[in-house]
Structures are given as C-alpha cells and as structure tokens.
C-alpha cells in the first residue's frame, strides 16, 4: 500500500512485532493518518521477522514492538522504536535506533507527528540533486521537512564534495551554507574529525551498506554519522549525540511521568487539575477529561483538603522566596476517594509549583497508595500476635487450631486445614479443619500422601496453588493454596473467587507456616518432655536424670525412699555424694558414647552401702546435656547369689549321690560337650570320670555302650526334651534303661541333664504279668467253658432234682465266670487305647442307638430313653459298653417288680458337659461297694465290688475326662450317670 504523496524519495516501511498481530487495523489507521499530516509514505506493514532481510531501506524503518526481548542487537538503518515499553526504547536506542517513542495504538499522536518526520525524512529529492531552500513554499514537501529538521542532511558527490546541505547541517559545521556547497569535504572537517569519518566513507562506498560512526566536532560535541551510499553518492545524516540523549531522557521522562506507578497531578492555584497521569486515573476511577479542570475536591473530601491547605501555607511560609532546588515537601496521610465512593489510603507528598514573580501558582504532588503497606502492616501484626499466641499452645492440635484461625482471620480465606502425617497408615490425617470448610465441603477426608497438591506440597516440600481445584467438588472453592509445615504437615487455604493469594499473602502464609513449624517442634518436645516427667513422677522403677555438671535435676519416690531421704533434698545434689566410689560417680555423670552399666555401692542417709546396678544413657536432646539413668538394687540379688552358691555345692553333693547314672551336657561352641558326670554313669563307661569331663559327645562315643552313646548324640543333635528305653548288656547281665533328658538355660548358656533310669525289674514284671494274663484269661475262658458245657449235661441227662438244681448252680456260676472274663477283656482294651478320638453322635440318631441297644441288652424289660439336648453326643464303642453295664445292672438289680421300669436319659449340665444317665427301681447300689468304687474306701479282701460292671463304666469315664456319679440310691430307686466334660 501507499499513502499520501507517492514520491519514491520518501518511503519508509514499517514493521510490527508478535505484540501487535491482533491490533493491525489499529496500526494501519495509524499509518494512514501520519501519511497525510505529516507527509511520509510507508510500504506495506510487514512482520518484525521481516526486519533487516529486506536490506537497507532508503527512506528509513518504523518498527512497532511490544516487547524488549524484540530488539535486536544492533539496528543498522536509520529505524524509530515505537514501544509502549520504557525499557524496550532504552535497549533500541542502545541498538543503533536513529529514535524511540513510547507509544501505543489508540494514544494521542502528537508525539509521533512531531518526532517522526525529524527522524525519517531522507535528505534526497527525486531527480537525486538539492533543491535550493530559496524556493520559497513551493518547494517539494519532502525537501521542506528536510529543511525543518533538526538533524544535519548533508549530500556528497562522487568526488567527496558537497553538493547539498540543510541548515542544521551548516550549524553544526559552524558555516553558511552557501559558502559550504562545492567544497571538499575534507576541507571543512576538522582534523580532529577527519581521522573518525574517513574509514567510515571509505567503507561505506565499498560494501555499499548503511555504516554508521561516531565523530568528536572542533568544540569537543560527539556526533552520531550515518552514511547511506547511493551509486556514486552519499548522503549522510548529522546528529548530536548528546541532544539526541537528552531527548531520548526527555522522552522516557514523558513516559515515565506518564506510567509511573505513583499517581502525579499538578494543581493551579485554584486546586483544579491541569495534569494528571495514569496511574491517578486508574487509582481514582476517573478519565483524564474528568479530572482535568475538575477541583481537587472530586477526590479528597473537606477535611483531607483543609489539612492539604494548611500544608501548603506552612510550605509558602518556609519556602519564600527559596529557589526551586531549596523547595521543601509536605508529607500528609489522606483517604483518596474513587468515583465509585470507595476510599484508598494514599501517602500524599507536595511541593509547590516555581513561584512567578512571588505569587503562588499552584502545586505538584504525588499520591502513592499505601492499601497495600497498611495490609501487610495488618497481616504482619497478626502474624505477631498469632506467634504469641501459638506460643502458649500446649498440643499439636492447639498449634493446629491457631494456623487455621489466623489463616482464616488474616487474609479472609474462606476454609483451612491442617493435616498431619500418619506413618502407619503412610496418609495425611486432618489435624484442625476451620468451621467454614466444614459447613461447606463438609468432613474432611484422609489423603494418600503423594494424593493431589497436598501430597505434592508434602512429598516435594514446596507451596502448591491450584486454580479451580478438581479434587474439592463441593463448596464452590474457586482456588487453593497448600504449604508445607515442616517436614510432618501441611496447611490447606481455599477461596471462593477465582483470584489467588496475592504476594503479600503468599508471604504472610510461608512466615506462618515457618513460625508454625518451630511451634509444633517445640510442643512435641514439651510434651515428651512432660511425658518423661510424668513417667518418671510416677514410675515405680529408680529412675534419676542429671545435668552436665553431674547434679540431680530429677529423682523418683522410690529412689529417695531407698536412700532413705526425700526427692526435694535429692535434686541439686552432686552425685558423687551419694556413690561411694568417686570414680564410678565420675563415670556416670560422663558416660562414654552409647549406655553404660556399673555395680557399686550408694551411701544412705544413715551410711548403710547399698549394692546397686546403675545403667545411664546420654540424653539424647540438641537443646539439653545430660544423663538418664536407672537404679537397680541389687543386695538380693547378691543374697540369691550367696543363695545359688549353696544350692549349687547341695546340687553338686546331690548329683554325687543319686542312685541312677546321670551326666550334664553343655550345648554351646564349638559343640556338645560332657560338663560332668556321676559315679553310676563311670560306672557303665569303660572310662574314669576325668576322662569324661569336659570332653565332646564325639569322643567319648567309644567309651560308652553304644545305646547309651547313641542317647547322648540323639540329645545333643535335638537339644529338647526325649525319652526313649534302651537294652544295655553289662557285667551284671542285660539292664533295660529309660533315658530321659531335661534341657535347661543357665548362666552358662544351653545345657541338658541325661537321667538313665534302671527299668529292668518293672520290664520284667511286665512281661510276666503278660504272660500270666495270658495264660490265665485263656485257661480260665476254655476251663469254664468246660465246666459250663458239663453242667448243661449234667442238669439235661439227671432226673434226681437235687443233682439238677447243683448243675443249675455249677451252671450260673460258670457263666457268671464268662461274663467277668469278657468284661475283663473289655477293660483291658479300654485301658490299653492311647487316647479318645470320637466322632460326637449327631441328637437326631441317638433315640435310634440307645433303643437299639436297650432292647439287645433287656428285651423283656421296659426301658424308656429320653433325649433333652439340642447338642451332638459323644457316643462310641468305650461308651455303648458303660452304658451295657449299667444296663444289665439296672435290668438284673433294680426290677425287682413285673412291670418295673428303666430309663436312659440324656441331658445338658450346666457346666456345658453331657449326662447319660440310667434309673431303676431297684433298692439301690451298697454303700460298701460303691465306696470302693468311688474311690472311698480300699479295695481289700472284704470290700471289693462284687462284679467288675461298675469298675469299667467308671474307668471309661475317667478316659474321656469325665465322672461316674451316684445320682440317687436308695428304697425308691437308684440313678447312676456318666457325665461328660464338653468338647
């Protein structure tokens, strides 16, 4: 695009910067407006990226830029910065930028209608020669801008002469200009020029690029040179450097009164605003045409304006007629009040405007707001006084409790927590939640502790702010900060609005939870601390502390009352006046690294020496020296030492003189060893007891029979408690022995005792008892069984009556014997089982096995069975054979009357067990017999029981750990029971 006049001569092209991509309309309307009213005519607006890869522009560049980090490092053609930025126009400037204006699109466009032309005009005119100015106001537009600018516009020709120059030019070559044209140019440098221009010109002419130098004039002024080659021609653009500073000064003066962030204003002398700044406009709510023109009472109310009026009479009565640099401020605290009603604390500082012929013309001032300053002023007392507050806390949770109270209170967050590490559950545990997070998120849950920006401010020790957190789905929380409390808890603040703390807040909370952390540190330790004390105070154990000097600073009751003395005069006492040995007292006040036990005597009131054993142990605190120690009287301990002693020299003489063989082993490295052994266990060595002593199991294998060698090896190798029968053939014939050993832990370490007990005699009566058993139950079984087979005859071959009433009896008695004999064989199974292993009898099936058995034992008998438990039965073949023989009895003893009855009955005990019981009608069980039965009386030749049914119904209870009991015996009837334990 072109604008304005179309003359080639005077094109500039501008860029534009990322900053500005979406303000390009803004831009071109800019443009379009410059072209017109302050005749320059610009190329098409291209991106920034663009810059310097087009090569040098003959009219010049505009570049727009937002930001600093776009200027490059050096600016080569005569460019102007345009930047909203001061520091990005500082840093072009430093670049090479011919100027800089602070500008941005939509502000007043003076300064750049001023300043542009000055800056971008070339010196040339189209046909490539100089106008003369004398043209009057005809002349090109282009030449005339040339003509009003301030830098020096200078053209030279082929042969270094110059052929055009503007007025500036010539004011700055100290010439007319008319005396100047067609002269060498190295004829009106000076010399002191000559040497800095005359390697640019040759380098510009050769490289036919934009160079650019600095030069020192004759009166010492530094000039900026800019040389553009055109074919034969240069033109060359003049300016003074330190002019081009000041304005360069003078404009970021301009921005900065304009953008600084204190507000500034200027009143005349009536109190009505002739300038006012930004920072007052966005501070007060106002445009810039509201406040201009306007009093000063729009934005301070009568009050702040009287104290602002006396402080300008106090300032016209110091001042006087005091010169400008001798003016004194005034320094006042106001409210500023904003269009909306709302008011600022603002820092008010003014001065008055130069006095003009001594009269007052108004002032200048600025107005800082100081909301900011009272807040942290605010937060900072809160944080003072929630220090001092927390000090006094007495818990973990109290501390906890004050962060999220002041938390809360200070920078009005609407909800905090404080959670607290669990290790055994690896999760963090809300310690103190505020009563709003509650009511509006409710009960806080337990967090994983790497869960969420919790865990991440736990695991990773750093403040984490989180906008529009996902993790709190109720209360409408807007926005979240959490921060570490040292190394064990962290503190959770949440907002509704969608704004996070502000850097103030920021701080204030890390001071909090910085203060906070030393606080939890120091409770924890006071509350081990009393802890310790309460333990201490209240320990039945000896327990004392003592400082670096080695003083008591805390003893137990039952310390004192062993020095028979009281715990007041105790603490502040040296230890060394109550350890008699002032070595070992030495030893205790300074134990060495790690715990430290010592036995010595302690010195009573009265000076009785008391045994003690003394353990302490550095106190393990940063902030404390010191010792913790324990006391332990030991005076019986050494009366069980004594005692030991003798019972050690009776052991020795006991284990001299027992009967049976006896020997001691020792199981501890390098292996097991015979400690000693009795005479009756030399005696089965081929070996004497020296040669036994002290020497390994192995070794003394071969001096032992091997039964008794293999014993020894089979104790030391289980190193439990055995018992095994072993056959030893010695001189006196072959001995059967019963090895037991008997481990033991002594001071000494793992030991045994081997007992051989000498069982021959019991083995052999054994045998012959077998034997005999044997022999009889089966001579007695066939013999009667002859006998009862004769009588049978005898009683069916007689007619004589009396001949058949003896067989009768031979008969019965015989048979009486068989019974006896069976019964026999069933106690002898009986006793002989190694245990009870029966299946319970569900109470469904029971009726059906005692009617069974009821009608096997007495079919011509009415034997009723009654069931009143819920609860299976122990019912097995020991059992069903008690219950035959209670039967039988009941059946032959107790109906004695046709029609008399039997009951079984089984019932619950109260102790949880089973009876089974059996009721007759009978006359009842003889006291006699039942006393032998019970246990009552001996068993002699007058006072047995008379059959052996009793007998194995009692042993059968005994086996399941149950009792036989006479329930009832007597006219009416007898109950016998076998109750049952439960299980």
């Known amino acids: 695009m072109s604008r304005g006049h179309q003359s080639p001569g005077v094109r500039v092209t501008p860029y534009y910067d990322r900053g500005y991509e979406a303000r390009t309309d803004d831009l071109e309307r800019t443009l379009e407006r410059l072209s017109t009213e302050a005749d320059i005519v610009f190329d098409d607006l291209a991106p920034l990226d663009r810059f310097g890869s087009d090569g040098p522009a003959a009219g010049g560049t505009l570049v727009f830029a937002t930001h600093a980090d776009s200027v490059p490092e050096r600016i080569d053609p005569p460019t102007v910065w345009v930047t909203p930025d001061p520091d990005a126009a500082g840093e072009a400037v430093a670049a090479g930028a011919r100027d800089a204006i602070t500008w941005e699109p939509g502000s007043d466009l003076g300064l750049l209608e001023t300043k542009l032309p000055r800056a971008l005009h070339p010196p040339a005119v189209p046909d490539g020669s100089y106008a003369d100015p004398d043209r009057g106001p005809r002349a090109e537009p282009a030449l005339r801008t040339v003509e009003r600018v301030d830098d020096g516009i200078l053209e030279v020709d082929g042969d270094n002469r110059i052929a055009y120059l503007n007025e500036a030019a010539a004011s700055l070559l100290d010439a007319d200009r008319r005396t100047l044209r067609g002269r060498s140019v190295w004829n009106v440098l000076s010399e002191r020029a000559l040497s800095d221009v005359r390697d640019a010109v040759r380098q510009a002419r050769t490289s036919g690029t934009t160079t650019t130098t600095e030069v020192v004039a004759g009166d010492g002024r530094r000039l900026d040179v800019t040389l553009y080659p055109e074919e034969e021609r240069l033109s060359v653009a003049v300016r003074d450097t330190d002019e081009r500073r000041a304005e360069t000064d003078r404009t970021m003066y301009e921005h900065l009164v304009k953008t600084v962030g204190d507000a500034v204003y200027i009143l005349d002398e009536a109190g009505r605003f002739t300038f006012v700044n930004d920072a007052l406009c966005e501070m007060t709510g106002y445009d810039r045409e509201e406040l201009l023109g306007s009093s000063v009472h729009l934005t301070k109310d009568d009050r702040t304006v009287a104290a602002a009026e006396d402080a300008l009479r106090e300032l016209l009565r110091e001042n006087g007629d005091a010169g400008p640099a001798e003016m004194s401020i005034a320094k006042l605290d106001v409210e500023l009040v904003r269009k909306d009603g709302s008011r600022i604390p603002c820092t008010d500082r003014m001065t008055l405007r130069p006095l003009e012929n001594g009269s007052f013309t108004g002032t200048v001032g600025t107005l800082r707001d100081v909301s900011r300053q009272r807040r942290r002023e605010q937060i900072f007392s809160n944080l003072l006084e929630a220090t001092q507050d927390m000090v006094a806390a007495e818990t973990t949770a109290d501390v906890a409790g004050r962060v999220v109270d002041v938390a809360t209170d200070t920078i009005d967050a609407d909800g905090a927590a404080v959670r607290e590490y669990d290790p055994a559950a690896d999760a963090l545990v809300p310690l103190s939640v505020s009563e709003s997070a509650r009511e509006r998120l409710g009960d806080r849950p337990v967090y994983d502790a790497d869960e969420g920006p919790v865990g991440t401010a736990f695991t990773e020790g ?40 502000s850097d103030d ?47 008591f600073t805390l003893v137990t009751e039952s310390l004192a009352n062993l020095l028979e003395t009281r715990r007041s005069e105790l603490v502040g006492t040296p230890i060394e006046d109550v350890v008699i040995d002032d070595g ?40 404390v020296d010191g010792v913790v120690g324990t006391v332990q009287d030991i005076r019986e301990l050494r009366l069980a030492e004594q005692e030991a002693s003798r019972q050690r020299r009776r052991f020795t003489e006991l284990f001299g003189s027992l009967t049976d063989p006896l020997v001691e082993l020792s199981f501890e490295p390098p292996g097991p060893t015979v400690v000693t052994a009795n005479d009756q266990f030399v005696g089965l060595a081929d070996a004497s007891g020296s040669e036994l002593q002290d020497e390994p199991v192995a070794a003394v294998a071969d001096l032992l029979p091997e039964p008794i060698a293999d014993a020894l090896e089979a104790t030391a190798a289980r190193r439990e408690q055995i018992e095994r029968e072993i056959r030893v053939r010695t001189d006196a014939g072959v001995r059967f022995y019963l090895v037991r050993s008997v481990p033991y832990r002594s001071g000494d370490g793992e030991r045994a005792f081997v007992v051989l007990t000498d069982i021959t005699e019991v083995k052999q009566q054994g045998t012959h008892l077998r034997v005999l058993h044997r022999l009889l139950r089966h001579n007695l079984r066939n013999q009667t069984n002859v006998i009862h087979g004769r009588a049978e005859l005898i009683a069916a071959e007689t007619a004589d009556d009396r001949i ?115 009721a007759d009608d009978g006359p009842g069980i003889p006291d006699a017999e039942w006393s032998v039965v019970a246990g009552d009386r001996e068993i002699t030749q007058l006072q047995h029981a008379s059959g052996l049914g009793l007998w194995l119904a009692k042993w059968v209870a005994d086996r399941y750990g149950g009792d036989l009991e006479l329930v009832s015996g007597g006219a009416d009837g007898t109950t016998v029971a076998i109750d049952l334990p439960d299980g």
């Open 462 to 501: 750093r403040t984490v702010e989180v906008d529009d957190p996902d993790h709190l789905d109720a209360g409408g929380v807007g926005s979240a900060t959490y921060l570490p409390i040292g190394d064990t808890r962290v503190l959770s603040v949440s907002h509704e609005g969608t704004e996070s703390v």
């Open 584 to 623: 070992v007292a030495e030893l205790i006040a300074s134990p060495p690294a790690g715990s430290h036990v010592t036995e010595t005597e302690l010195r009573s009131r009265d000076d009785i020496e008391i045994p003690t054993r003394i353990s302490v142990s550095p106190i393990s605190d940063a902030a």
């Open 505 to 551: 807040e920021r701080q204030f909370l890390e001071l909090l939870t910085a203060t906070a952390e030393s606080v939890f540190d120091r409770v924890e330790r006071d509350q081990e601390r009393r802890r310790y004390e309460a333990v201490v105070e209240t320990a039945d154990d000896m327990l004392f502390t003592l400082d670096a000097e080695g003083t």
């Open 804 to 918: 058949a009433a003896h067989a009768d009896r031979i008969e019965d008695a015989s048979r009486a014997l068989l019974d006896t004999s069976e019964t026999a064989q069933s106690i002898q199974r009986i006793l002989r089982a190694d245990q009870v292993d029966s299946d319970p009898l569900p109470v469904g099936d029971l009726p059906d096995r005692l009617e069974y058995l009821a009608a096997s034992v007495a079919p011509d008998t009415d034997v009723r069975v009654d069931i009143d438990t819920d609860e299976p039965v122990p019912y097995d073949e020991p059992i069903e054979r008690a219950l035959t023989e209670l039967l039988d009895n009941a059946v032959e003893y107790g109906t004695p009357e046709d029609g008399d009855t039997v009951v079984v009955t089984v019932t619950d005990r109260d102790d949880g067990g089973i009876r089974i019981a059996v």
